[in-house]
């Protein structure tokens, strides 16, 4: 599939972006501004990335009206999060250095109560590129997601 001349063809981010296509089927949220899908290669149901729909590479290149929308998205999914999976709270992240993947993106993550010692905080990130055997099912991400949106509805 061909992309316009402004999708940088080395962000995984911006091609997801301009293919309505997509393969994640993931996607539930979807503003002007922002797309929110479940994570991909992950162990833990309900992990969540927020993208802006432009390329951007940090939040200091966010509009005033792109920031003052992704804290309240953020606060939303947050309790929807929590509804959904139960969680005590939410970690929020943001890196965007890996290799193909400096799009901004914020992480938005369930903390289990019971979450081992060796995941707490940022080791969170273990639950993420995990092998396929370790990986939530496909299943599983789509009956999260479904609550998720269901929750979503509720709280607008």
């Known amino acids: 599939m061909g ?10 981010s911006c091609r997801e972006n301009a293919d309505p296509q997509s393969s994640l089927q993931t996607r539930f949220v979807r503003t002007p501004a922002w797309r929110v899908a479940h994570a991909f290669d992950v162990a833990l149901p309900g992990w969540l990335v927020v993208l802006p729909r432009r390329h951007v590479t940090a939040m200091a290149q966010l509009t005033a009206d792109e920031a003052a929308e992704l804290g ?23 890196f965007a250095e890996a290799p193909g993947y400096q799009h901004l993106h914020v992480h938005l993550v369930p903390r289990q109560a019971d979450i081992p010692p060796d995941r707490l905080g940022p080791r969170v990130f273990g639950y993420l590129g995990v092998p396929p055997g370790q990986q939530i099912p496909q299943s599983e991400i789509d009956r999260v997601v479904d609550a998720l949106v269901e929750a979503m509805a509720g709280s607008a």
């Open 3 to 12: 992309f316009a001349a402004d999708v940088p063809q080395d962000c995984f």
């Open 72 to 94: 309240s998205l953020l606060q939303r999914l947050s309790v929807a999060v929590e509804q959904v999976t139960g969680c005590v709270k939410t970690y929020v992240m943001q």
